[in-house]
């Protein structure tokens, strides 16, 4: 089992690119399609703890349901934001990965770089990986 988990939407390109990377390392993440698998509650707050940002800093405002649930509103406290991601996974924001150096929310794509434990690897004139 691979040490590194992405919590991706493929029908999102920083979250397509981000695995791309991941997989250059010659490493295959563990992929976990959070619309089809959201995390529990639980798993939501330590992947938010562990990448050192807000809560709104990992909610997506552009999405149409976090308007029409009002969560724009800076009285909505944490726990009631946390609520509606864990309702609405689309508000989630992404690529989150997991690996054993940190847990980063990857936009832009590049900052897995950051925590991958083995380098990228190189291509050969032909555009092949070596």
């Known amino acids: 089992m691979s ?3 992405i919590f991706h939407n493929p029908r999102c390109g920083t979250s397509r690119n981000t695995l791309a990377m991941i997989r250059n390392t010659g490493v ?7 619309l089809k698998t959201p995390p529990t509650r639980t798993q939501l707050v330590e992947l ?3 990448s050192g ?3 709104r800093e ?11 649930l009002g969560l724009g509103d800076a ?12 309702a609405h996974p689309i508000l989630i924001n992404r690529p989150i990965v997991v690996t054993p150096l940190g847990t ?6 590049e900052r897995v770089l950051e925590i ?12 092949k990986r070596v």
Do not use: H, W
């Open 116 to 127: 991958l434990p083995v380098g990228q690897q190189a291509a050969d004139a032909e555009g």
């Open 75 to 86: 009285g909505l406290s944490n726990d009631a934001l946390i609520d509606a991601m864990v």
């Open 58 to 68: 990992v909610m997506r405002s552009k999405e149409a349901v976090f308007g029409e």
């Open 28 to 34: 295959e993440p563990l992929v976990v399609e959070y």
């Open 48 to 50: 938010i703890a562990a």
């Open 3 to 5: 040490d590194i988990t």
């Open 53 to 55: 940002l807000s809560v």
């Open 104 to 109: 980063r929310l990857c936009r832009p794509a």
